[in-house]
């Protein structure tokens, strides 16, 4: 099974500041990559898929980088409505899903 | 747009079956994506459990796969799930997501998730 870690597990910032958010897997999933946000209550949001491509209606200040092991979910410039835990998910191994922890991001 | 619903009950017995299903409107079942099933512990991530295809084909998590049904219903645009011999570690919400093709085969639609409890 592979692994995906997160993090942190926990980020402070405030809005108006850079998100950089981790993901490590524990073998190579190439790109097959995808980021979620979620906030309480409500189900998770695709935000991009591929690594670095934006799900339908997602605002560019979210972006994603990388490929093989390590990828990174950045958020240019916080809204404050995007203090929520973010989820990544590999399909490499299909037909297998799996999901990383979560970071939360928490306004300082 | 499509959009997806589950329904079932909110409350199960230990050592009984859990039932789920998702209507899926807006579009159509039988398309090129799968539907999957995932499900979220109070307080922690997110499990993905499995998912079927409209032509029945069905894949499932190696660590639920003895305890697991995903069936299809095309008349009634709607999939569904069941979960035998739960425990309270099967209490979670519930969520029906759609895997895109044409995203990454990421999980882009979901429905809101049904909150099941597992307890006498």
């Known amino acids: 099974e592979i692994v995906l870690t997160q993090s942190p597990a926990t980020l402070s910032l405030s809005p108006g500041e850079r998100a950089t958010l981790s993901c490590r897997a524990s073998q190579s999933v190439s790109s097959d990559l995808a980021w979620y946000q979620q906030k309480p209550g409500q189900a998770p949001r695709l935000l991009i898929y591929?690594?670095?491509n934006r799900a339908t209606d997602i605002p560019a200040r979210f972006s994603g980088s990388g490929s093989g092991t390590d990828f990174t979910l950045t958020i240019s410039s916080l809204e404050p409505e995007d203090f929520a835990i973010y989820y990544c998910?590999?399909?490499?191994?299909?037909?297998?899903?799996?999901f990383g922890q979560g970071t939360k991001l928490e306004i300082k | 747009q499509v959009q997806l619903q589950e329904s079932g009950p909110g409350l199960v017995k230990p050592s009984g079956t859990l039932s789920l299903t998702c209507a899926v409107s807006g579009g159509s079942i039988s398309t090129s994506n799968w539907w999957s099933w995932v499900r979220q512990p109070p307080g922690k991530g997110l499990e993905w459990i499995g998912e079927?295809?409209?032509?029945?084909?069905?894949n499932y998590n190696p660590s639920l796969r003895s305890r697991v049904t995903i069936s299809v219903d095309k008349s009634k645009h709607q999939f569904s799930l069941k979960l035998n011999s739960v425990t309270a570690a099967d209490t979670a919400v519930y969520y029906c997501a759609r895997v895109a093709a044409v995203a990454g085969n990421a999980f882009d639609i979901w429905g809101q998730g049904t909150m099941v409890t597992v307890s006498s």
């Open positions: 591929d690594a670095f």
């Open positions: 079927i295809y409209h032509s029945g084909s069905t």
């Open positions: 998910q590999q399909r490499n191994n299909w037909p297998m899903y799996t």
